[in-house]
Structures are given as structure tokens and as C-alpha cells.
């Protein structure tokens, strides 16, 4: 299931304060198939004009799907209306504020430490291997190879500015607070997970360039959460 954009993320999380819908969605999140209106009515004691009013309300923020279909086998004339069932659109949702990815950081990580061990590489070069491939798949499952360098970016939470030069800008870290500690190591990983995006999108990856933020912010031209990487112009 993938990772609902970042303004969705924030109106989902939004969504789940009313307490009837936490309610359901845990319901519906932790069932093993489909469920109906009149299920999630009669487990959580609702009637079913709130659990129907809830449950497609969670639908339109994202955080069930609903399908119809036929219950109890029945095909053809005469057997009823397909019911509107619905099943989780995603597993968890969280968000921040400005937009982070931690959780995508720590996927890495882990994975590298995986190949490190099987495959007796660096750690180091194990996870730029990693971030390279995450970076690649995430613009490929994107849509085509020709897909919207810059609308990736946003979506990925970086918020890319135009630089006046055909480049672009990224005002925003979505690793801000490791990359803090850990500079050397979030930064490579993020530049590999930006150079596979660039790839994965049919653009150069060594459009991705690689900054010092520390200098940037001595000349007045970084914000404290900027990322340290900019996007060369064609």
C-alpha cells in the first residue's frame, strides 16, 4: 500500500480525531476480508445511517476503499443489490509537520545493513546501492518512465523551487533531524534516493548535485531544513 500524499496524510489524520471513525477504521483495518455497513454497525454498537456516514467519510479521506459486490454467492436476476464493502486503503497513517520520511530512512538502513552482512560490502555502500534502487522504483511506480521530475519531488515532500536557471531548489529535508547528527550518511543516502528518482524519471542522475548546506546558510542562501542537494538545469 503506498504512502498517501502529504496533504492527505495531514486531512487523514484530521479524519481519525472523531472517535466513531478510529473506531471503524481499526475495525475494518484489522478484518480479514471486505466488510459491509451493516458488519461494522453491529460490532461497534452504531446505527447503520452513522457507521455508512463514517465509513464513506473515511473513503473520501483516504483511508478505506470500498468495493460492491454480491454477498452469500448469488449471481443473476433476483439476487439482490451488490453490497458497498469496505477494506483498508492503507495499514497505519501518519504525518508531520513540515513533511518528513523517517520511516523510508529507516527502510533503507535496515536494508542495507541486510546486504552488508550477505554480501560482505560497506554499510556505507550498501545503502547508497539501496537508496539508488528505492529512488528508481518510486519514479517507475510513479507512472512512465517520463514522469514529472518535479511533481515526484513534491510528492516525496522536498518542495522543489525553481532556481531562475532551469534547476531547481529543495526547501524542504524529509530526513531533517538524523541528517542533523548524522550528516555524512543521510545526505549520501538522500543524494543515491534522488540520482535513482532522476534515473527512474529518464533524466541524467548526475543532474542531482550534491551541496554543502553548512556554506549555503553561511551566504544567506539555505533555510535550516533546506536539503542539502540541488537539481542542476537541462
Not at 220 to 227: H, I, L, R, S, T
Amino acid at each position: 500500500m503506498s504512502r498517501l500524499p502529504w496533504q492527505r496524510r495531514i486531512a487523514a489524520v484530521a479524519s481519525l480525531g472523531d472517535a466513531n471513525r478510529r473506531k471503524l477504521f481499526d475495525f475494518v483495518a484489522s478484518a480479514e476480508a471486505a466488510v459491509s455497513r451493516d458488519d461494522a454497525a453491529g460490532a461497534l454498537g452504531l446505527s447503520r445511517s452513522t457507521a455508512s456516514f463514517h465509513l464513506d467519510r473515511l473513503v473520501h479521506d483516504g483511508l478505506l476503499g470500498a468495493e460492491f459486490r454480491k454477498l452469500g454467492g448469488r449471481e443473476g436476476p433476483g439476487s439482490g443489490r451488490p453490497a458497498k464493502l469496505y477494506k483498508a486503503a492503507v495499514q497505519e497513517v501518519a504525518a508531520s509537520v513540515p513533511d518528513r520520511n523517517y520511516d523510508l530512512a529507516a527502510e533503507l538502513l535496515v536494508s542495507a545493513i541486510e546486504e552488508s552482512t550477505a554480501a560482505g560490502v560497506t554499510a556505507r555502500e550498501a545503502l547508497v546501492r539501496a537508496a539508488y534502487a528505492r529512488g528508481q522504483a518510486t519514479a517507475q511506480a510513479s507512472g512512465d518512465k517520463g514522469a514529472d521530475f518535479a511533481e515526484l519531488l513534491a510528492a516525496e515532500g522536498y518542495r522543489p523551487e525553481a532556481d531562475g536557471t532551469g534547476g531547481y531548489v529543495l526547501l524542504n529535508c524529509p530526513f531533517h533531524r538524523i541528517a542533523e547528527g548524522h550528516t555524512d550518511v543521510v545526505c549520501a543516502m538522500n543524494g543515491a534516493f534522488l540520482g535513482g528518482a532522476a534515473a527512474g524519471c529518464g533524466l541524467d542522475p548526475d543532474r542531482v548535485e550534491a551541496l554543502d548546506i553548512t556554506d549555503l546558510r553561511a551566504q544567506g542562501a539555505a533555510q535550516p531544513a533546506q536539503c542539502c542537494a540541488r537539481i542542476r538545469p537541462v
